[in-house]
């Protein structure tokens, strides 16, 4: 076999080197799944500072509105008091929160096609070898095609032990299953149970202060329609949350069908059902960024 | 002897929500009477929603402590693979640390031979920047 022959039958594997390891990864799913996991983390963060200042706000609002003798500073000072320690409590969500996101990252970082591959670095060794120059002479000790053929076989060697361990890692990561359902199923009952609680909270009572508002508009007509029109603006504020908190969870259910799949999947490429999962993930957080931009 | 009651994260969420809606309701009460209701009483009315307002940021928290409980034997299984992981990551990171060596290595070799004591020092620059990782020197 001459050099170039050798070259022409090392390029198949030197593309799919993890033939030899049983089948291709799927690096590209995994990918895609990686981003989107890190773009729910991102959308979940604002919702452990809106509790804070939902529970804030809806005191401070109430106390404007039906206080008699309302002192301003008083009422903030009790509203800090009453939510600071909600802050503290949030931290256990902000660790679950931020564990997936190192997951996602991690996940992302081993799926990096570059990672297992060794092109400067060879690049780098081939063009120094061509420096080499036989003993007492001036002529290169390597001609072109032996320095092809040893660092062709060398990248190839390397790229065949890395990249086992680099799939290995990453269906490591993914069989890691139930873990990031607990999670993720824990942020989600975090959106629902609490932060959706604050909301509700609010909203029941923004019904009842625009019937305190009717009572003073007989006396103070001016104030009690100003004080109206910031109760509805900050009404559809609190629906646009909750729509938040709804594509929240939906992106959750689809990013947990989507790792079902991608932990049975990874070794196909070209699964379309893996393909449709992870696109319907992706719409999914696509909703959810533009919803949280509204909400926040 | 008194018996220790175990919530949910649910039951601690449901909990809340009823202080809450009881709040509502004193606070709809004292707006619905607010011409009829004497000064100390709507404060006293005022406390009372106070109080429940408190236990509601209570019960919301104890929620947040038990859902934390319950998911942390996940965290910490998912905190051991994303570090078994990172080492994978090092590893890999590693071998090219190796062939960035190696080239270096060559290079000090052809440069001693060359008796170039200029690039004999920028090549043993290399070998000793690819072996603390630093790309751009060992470029």
């Known amino acids: 076999m001459n050099r170039l022959s050798l070259a022409a039958t090392l390029k198949p594997a030197l593309l799919c080197g993890s033939l030899l ?29 809106g509790s804070s200042h939902s529970c804030t706000a809806k005191y401070l609002r109430k106390k404007a509105i039906t ?18 320690p909600i802050a503290a409590d949030n931290k256990v969500m902000t660790e679950l929160n931020g564990l997936l ?16 591959s060794y092109k400067d670095e060879f690049g780098g060794l081939k063009d120094s070898l061509a420096t080499v120059k036989r003993k ?19 990248s190839h060697l390397s790229r065949i032990a890395t990249q086992r361990a680099q799939k290995a ?7 890691h299953e139930a873990a990031v359902l607990a999670i993720t199923n824990a942020l989600n009952d975090y959106a629902q149970h609490n932060y959706r609680g604050w909301l509700k909270d609010e909203q029941r009572e923004l019904a ?17 329609n100003y004080l109206k029109t910031q109760l509805l603006a900050e009404e559809k504020q609190i629906a646009a949350r909750e729509q938040a908190v709804e594509a929240f969870s939906t992106s959750i259910r689809e990013l947990q069908q989507a790792h079902a799949l991608i932990k049975q999947k990874y070794d196909q490429p070209d699964d379309k059902a893996l393909a449709a999962q992870l696109k319907q993930f992706a719409l999914a957080i696509a909703k959810l960024d533009q919803q949280a931009k509204a909400a926040f | 002897m008194a018996q220790t009651i175990k919530l949910t994260d649910k039951q601690a969420y449901q909990i809340a929500d009823t202080f809450a809606q009881a ?11 607010s011409t009829v209701l ?39 299984e998912l905190r051991g693979a994303i570090d078994n992981a990172r080492d994978t990551i090092a590893t890999i990171h590693s071998v090219k640390q190796v062939i960035s060596a190696g080239t270096a290595l060559v290079d000090l070799t052809v440069a001693v031979l060359d008796r170039d004591a200029k690039g004999a020092l920028a090549a043993s620059r290399r070998i000793g920047a690819a072996i603390k990782g630093d790309a751009s020197d060992a470029a």
């Open chain 2, 23 to 33: 709040s509502a309701r004193i606070l709809d009460f004292r707006i619905a009477h």
């Open chain 1, 21 to 49: 390891l049983g089948g291709c990864a799927n690096l590209a799913a995994v990918n895609s799944y990686a981003g989107d996991t890190q773009r729910l983390t991102a959308a979940f963060e604002p919702m452990l500072a």
């Open chain 1, 67 to 84: 206080t008699r003798d309302f002192d301003a500073v008083a009422a903030e000072k009790a509203a800090a008091t009453l939510c600071g």
């Open chain 2, 38 to 76: 004497s000064d100390e009483e709507a404060t006293e009315l005022e406390k009372a929603e106070d109080r429940l307002d408190q236990a509601v940021v209570l019960f919301r928290g104890y929620g947040i402590q038990l859902q934390g409980a319950q998911a942390e034997e996940a965290a910490s």
């Open chain 1, 136 to 154: 007492g002479s001036a002529d290169p000790l390597f001609d072109d095609g032996k320095l092809s053929a040893i660092t062709g076989l060398a």
């Open chain 1, 101 to 116: 996101g190192q997951y996602a990252d991690t996940l992302s970082a081993l799926a990096d096609e570059q990672l297992p």
């Open chain 1, 208 to 224: 009842l202060l625009r019937e305190a508002l009717d009572n003073a508009g007989k006396t103070e007509p001016l104030a009690a």
């Open chain 1, 169 to 175: 890692a990453i269906r490591d990561l993914l069989d």
